[in-house]
């Protein structure tokens, strides 16, 4: 089969030299029980400190109260820590005004109305809404050969900052890169409707944690159930991420899947009783939902939900570019004044960097 050429340089990135004849099995090696066992344990020790305190101090303590009733391993506990350590200190680098300022500039103010009462109900039962298409065919077509170039160009390295999984081209911190030259990619961070959702599930105090695009190729991009935060809340979430569909989402070509309500859960999968004896967090459960669309649509999601990528058992690429945020004091997935090429930053304006919560240049 002649590759077309957006798939050709996906290939070394997504660490494959062929695509797989069969589309349809799972080409992954599912995690060992052991691995999985002891995940599940720091899952629900993290969910108990998180949600058993209100600072750093009483988190801490509910931690080693709960380690020590459980009897758990020194390797389990030790982890859990390191993990909560990363939220005791206000990692925000700007003045709390300056978000306030660049969501009224960006018209998302307090009482903006880019949202309906039943987007916004549907986010607070369902935990996610898909907002259709906001990008017209001529941008995403220009975002296509913007991706499948800095792709190429990224190739084995591409996704190194934050993840990299076979069968899946990834790259990572795409809006603060070159890539992002002239501004093309703003919009994905900044449109109006997507940061309504953003304020709507955090509030104003928020900022970007990362930007990752992610391209399962043919024949691959099943993934665990997961939640984009490493435990369960039971109130106050802490993350809202969003998946620009780039190409269409089909049923066929690994379409998002999502649990609705999960988000209110205040469990988190890999400690929750869908993970719990033999089963295997990458088959189907009840009640999930395929989130389809046209290119240029976006869903936004309360990140607490229960979802995964899912097999594209297509001939093609199913591209898609998710934007991550997390309340303005929490640690980012990606450091973005590290991160940001220095054309970028020049280019940028004020309530942009504000986003960012990064300093002028
Ligand atoms: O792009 C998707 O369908 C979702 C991917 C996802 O959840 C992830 O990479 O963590």
Redesign the pocket.
């Known amino acids: 089969m002649t590759l077309a050429s957006g798939l050709t340089a996906h290939l070394e990135a997504a660490a494959v030299e062929a695509l797989p004849a069969d589309r349809d099995s799972l080409h992954y090696e599912p995690p060992p029980v052991a691995f999985r066992w002891e995940s599940r344990q720091r899952v629900d020790l993290l969910t108990a400190a998180w949600n058993g305190g209100t600072n750093a101090r009483e988190r801490h303590a509910v931690l080693a109260r709960v380690a020590s009733e459980r009897g758990l391993p020194q390797a389990v506990i030790e982890s859990a820590a390191s993990v909560l350590a990363r939220f005791d200190d206000s990692h925000q680098r700007l003045p709390t005004d300056e978000i306030e300022r660049a969501l009224d500039e960006f018209d998302v103010g307090e009482s903006n109305t880019h949202l309906s009462l039943d987007e916004k109900a549907q986010l607070d039962r369902d935990g996610y809404v898909n907002l259709g298409r906001l990008l017209d065919e001529p941008t995403v077509t220009r975002m296509h050969e913007r991706y499948d170039d800095a792709i190429a160009r990224e190739g084995g390295s591409a996704g190194h900052e934050v993840?990299q999984?076979r069968g899946?081209g990834?790259m990572s911190g795409t809006v603060v890169k070159a890539i992002n030259h002239d501004g093309l990619l703003d919009v994905l961070f900044t449109h109006p409707r997507l940061l309504a959702v953003t304020r709507h599930v955090l509030g104003s105090q928020f900022r970007l944690s990362s930007t990752?695009y992610?391209c399962?190729l043919p024949g691959y991009?099943q993934?665990a159930l997961?939640a984009?935060f490493g435990w369960g809340i039971d109130s106050r979430p802490q993350v809202v991420?969003a998946?620009w569909m780039l190409d269409d989402?089909t049923l066929e070509n690994?379409?998002?899947?999502v649990v609705p309500g999960s988000h209110r859960s205040g469990t988190h999968p890999n400690g929750s009783p869908f993970n719990d004896g033999e089963r295997d967090p990458y088959l189907p459960v009840p009640g999930e939902v395929y989130?389809t669309g046209k290119a240029g649509s976006l869903m936004v999601y309360n990140a607490h939900l229960w979802?995964?990528?899912?097999q594209n058992r297509s001939t093609s690429l199913?591209r898609?570019q998710?934007v991550f945020f997390t309340r303005a004091t929490n640690p980012t997935q990606q450091d973005m004044l590290a991160a940001i090429d220095a054309g970028v930053h020049r280019r940028l304006s004020t309530p942009h960097r504000a986003i960012l919560d990064i300093p002028a240049p």
């Open positions: 993840s999984t899946i990834r990752n992610h399962p991009g993934q997961h984009d991420n998946v989402f690994g379409p998002t899947r989130i979802h995964s990528g899912t199913r898609a998710h």
